[in-house]
């Protein structure tokens, strides 16, 4: 079955730390992956994606993401995180050429200043 | 351009009842999809739908339907609600060429359903 799964359920950092979400998948053939980002009280957003090409993805805010094929692995990091970054996160796999995204669980950051 | 826009943006309905939910997507995109947010099960995939045909769709129940319109617009039903319906149903659209989709979907800000 396709799946996805965050390890992290909830992060707790300072300002200034640095940031690792960790987010492994299943599934047979190829995918395209994501993260996206809801802040509070706003709707879901693209922060990064990957499709094909360089494994190593930057998106927005200084956020990237690393895709290890043999690992099934798409984890996200920031070096140096603020305030504005609290937030829930989540990684989502797309099977090629649809739309359908499969969704971890999420992961609540919450950084303090 | 404007976003994705989904209406109503609240609804309270009781057991039994029926909803229908509206969403409208990015101007040109012709790929709408829907989704279930719950504090317990998180995201859930519920149908895709492109040119007026449903692509592809998730594990739910068959009180769940949509349906989308040559401009693109589409709406989703739930029939005989449970109090489980309870959730955030997201609209997402993308822009899709043909047969080949890019996968970069944009969310709208979801339908808050509450089922007494």
């Known amino acids: 079955a396709q799946s996805v799964s965050q390890h992290n359920h909830h992060v707790i950092l300072s300002e200034a730390a640095s940031l690792e979400l960790g987010c492994n998948y299943s599934y047979g053939g190829t995918v395209n992956l994501f993260w996206y980002v809801q802040y509070p009280g706003q709707h879901l957003q693209l922060l990064l994606k990957y499709f094909s090409g360089d494994p190593l993805v930057k998106g927005i805010k200084g956020f990237e993401a690393e895709f290890i094929k043999s690992k099934f692995s798409f984890n996200l990091r920031k070096p140096s995180v603020q305030w504005s970054d609290t937030a829930e996160y989540f990684c989502a796999v797309s099977p090629y050429n649809t739309d359908k995204l499969i969704f971890g669980t999420g992961t609540r950051l919450q950084v303090f200043p | 351009k404007a976003g994705v826009t989904q209406t109503p943006r609240y609804l309270i309905k009781t057991r039994g009842q029926q909803v229908t939910l509206s969403c409208s997507p990015i101007s040109g995109h012709r790929s709408v999809s829907w989704y279930q947010q719950t504090p317990g099960q998180g995201l859930q995939f519920l149908f895709e739908?492109?040119?007026?045909?449903?692509?592809n769709k998730g594990n739910f129940p068959g009180r769940f339907s949509g349906r989308q319109f040559s401009n693109s617009r589409s709406e989703m039903n739930v029939s005989t609600l449970e109090l489980g319906d309870s959730a955030l149903y997201l609209c997402?659209?993308?822009?899709?060429?043909?047969?080949?989709?890019?996968?970069?979907?944009?969310f709208g800000p979801g339908t808050r359903l509450t089922v007494l």
């Open positions: 997402a659209s993308s822009l899709a060429r043909g047969q080949i989709f890019y996968n970069e979907q944009f």
């Open positions: 739908y492109f040119s007026e045909t449903q692509r």
